[in-house]
């Protein structure tokens, strides 16, 4: 197939290295000239330009920028398709992005692949990150049911596993499992670094080990990320948020009220939950 | 040195390692006759009983049993030793036990090594456990400065990092670093399973990842250390806890505000401080 590909930062780029590698023609775009030239170089794409007009007679466009740019870079790039590509993006919140690009493009199929590195960019660009990874796409009602079979096809081609699933549902799942833990993680580096007893603090931060830093992680991660979660997600991570506060204070609860049997279920029911979401 | 270790679980067991590899002679104690046995054919200690009269002439010795039996074990321990011998335990709480067994034995000094794995038990037993591990010491006004250098030294020739501070410190600090963390993750756990829609938790259960992972690690972990951990140090951890909620609740009010510019300030801060935790 002939695939376009607009921003080529770390999934622009593993999708266009992994699109070649199964032997798809792939125009990758970038507003950053040398990047156009460094994809091409790598041979992450088969020709690249800063230019919408590269991708004219295209059969698929992967918009892969920062959430905030992808409508707008919808906008543009219409008066350069012909009627039958198929767009698709990769942000990672869906309902505001479909319910924008889905009025401009009736061939729009919303998307996210579940992959990443700590690394970013084209430099951390890699074929097999796809691979066994989730990737959800969100068609609407009205979105062409063929446009979604052969994205899929396309897709499961390069070993991710598909998902299909509303706007909606992915949005509260993503909330779930990536941008509450974030929100929570957050608050507890900013609350312990909050301690005004310097000595305390110190002596927190000397005995600081893997409890605190797996729990941590995400909370100290990229900024813009997290502000982007919230903005974009502020919906369903705001009532994801109420519904964990009113957990946390019934632990807070039982702790004060010396319920250590019920604390004691909540524990051993949380042992066994957890495990039903890393299989 | 003679040394006494009684309980001989994953701590117990290799401190009795770590002590036989440096030529002292180690006494252990376990109620279990088969543990002894094991102790013994293993080499982690010279010798082992079920009875307490084995330790009657020892130097030191390490306390290493459930939070919940140090102090019965230091009273029934008392009949058998001679004035001179220093009791340290290894709780991971320290207010508590040390107001116990202070008042008991002249001689005893609160001790917690941070080291650990995910095993327990004699079977995961390992000498080198305490390398470059933090080894909190907790001697009150009137613990005798001598018997703090002698096991200061000691446990320092183990490779551990001695911590030298009070009781109330330590509690404070591992409630927030240790304690804080797993009743957080708990409640994350316990929040994302009380989804009711089953599509959308067995969707949240597929798309979690890393971030769901690490996040939820130490509050799917054993539910008994969890509630002991509220049990015995219930102040500090509620003092955090309720501090925690507060600068949720700033995080709940700055996403539904719309406050964008001042949450991404927060995770600026987090991103910073958490560092400092992990050096």
Chains 1, 2 share one sequence.
């Not at 900013?190 to 992680?217: H, I, P």
């Not at 997600?233 to 049997?261: P, T």
Request: aromatic share 4%.
């Amino acid at each position: 197939m002939k695939i376009g590909i607009i921003g080529l930062g770390l999934i622009g780029s593993s999708l266009g290295l992994a699109l070649r590698q199964r032997g798809h023609q792939v125009l990758g775009v970038s507003r950053t000239e040398p990047i156009c030239h460094l994809a091409q170089a790598r041979r992450i794409v088969d020709e690249a330009s800063p230019h919408f007009s590269l991708l004219a007679t295209t059969e698929i466009v992967f918009i892969c920028t920062p959430m905030s740019a992808i409508a707008p870079t919808l906008e543009s790039l219409i008066p350069h398709l012909i009627p039958e590509t198929i767009i698709t993006d990769v942000g990672s919140v869906k309902t505001a992005v479909v319910g924008a690009c889905s009025p401009l493009w009736h061939n729009f199929v919303g998307g996210h692949p579940l992959a990443g590195t700590e690394r970013s960019g084209i430099d951390a660009a890699q074929p097999d990150l796809f691979k066994n990874a989730p990737y959800v796409l969100t068609p609407t009602d009205t979105t062409p049911t063929e446009s979604v079979k052969i994205l899929q096809e396309l897709i499961t081609s390069l070993g991710a596993v598909v998902q299909v699933c509303t706007p909606t549902e992915h949005d509260q799942a993503v909330a779930w499992i990536s941008h509450l833990p974030v929100m929570i993680s957050a608050g507890l580096v900013k609350t312990v670094s909050e301690e005004q007893d310097v000595t305390l603090l110190e002596l927190a931060q000397t005995l600081a080990s893997s409890g605190f830093r797996d729990t941590s992680r995400v909370g100290g991660g990229n900024p813009e990320l997290g502000v982007m979660m919230a903005k974009y997600n502020q919906k369903a991570l705001a009532r994801s948020l109420h519904h964990y506060r009113r957990n946390l204070d019934q632990i807070i609860d039982l702790i004060e009220q010396e319920q250590w049997q019920s604390l004691q279920q909540i524990f051993e029911a949380t042992r066994r939950d957890r495990s039903k979401f890393l299989r």
